[in-house]
């Protein structure tokens, strides 16, 4: 079984929750925040903002290396793996093409082709949330079905 650890949920009370992913960040070209779905209660989400917040130097540095031919650019690199751990939390990238950038915060190891295949997945709903003509671009995505589907693929990977 998974390790499960002591945590504060909604409502102020205490509950086991099995440690997988903590939070699930859609940042855009100009590192503005698109959709940020975070596990816990309002002070644990603001928390886990601010760790995503964080990562996204790194993000860039690795960006910056790959643009100045440093790395060998291909369609695999658009997962970045591990960019840092912080705290009791590991913090893994995604990178589109378009300079979306994915932030997975997990709580404890987790196995990273079954991350990397969530994070393809977000993406996939990304682009048909983008995809609605009433949609604005560089603008938080508040589509109820976006948001029901980023939470079912997060339940079904927590499942694991």
């Not at 209660?41 to 990562?55: K, P, T």
């Not at 994915?102 to 079954?114: F, I, K, P, R, S």
Request: aromatic fraction near 10%.
């Amino acid at each position: 079984p998974r390790p499960r650890s002591r945590l504060l949920v909604a409502g102020g009370g205490e509950g086991w929750w099995a440690m997988s992913l903590q939070s699930l960040a859609f940042v855009g070209k100009e590192n503005e925040p698109l959709y940020i779905w975070a596990q816990g209660d309002e002070a644990q989400q603001l928390h886990l903002q601010f760790l995503c917040h964080s990562a996204l130097d790194v993000v860039e540095e690795r960006q910056a290396a790959t643009l100045s031919g440093r790395r060998i650019s291909s369609s695999s690199d658009m997962f970045l793996g591990q960019l840092c751990p912080l705290e009791e939390y590991r913090i893994f990238g995604y990178v589109t093409n378009t300079s979306l950038k994915l932030l997975a915060v997990t709580g404890d190891a987790v196995n990273e082709q079954a991350l990397k295949d969530l994070m393809k997945t977000a993406h996939r709903l990304f682009v048909r949330a983008v995809q609605n003509p009433f949609y604005t671009a560089s603008t938080a995505v508040s589509s109820t079905r976006f948001q029901s589907s980023i939470r079912q693929a997060v339940a079904a990977f927590n499942a694991r």
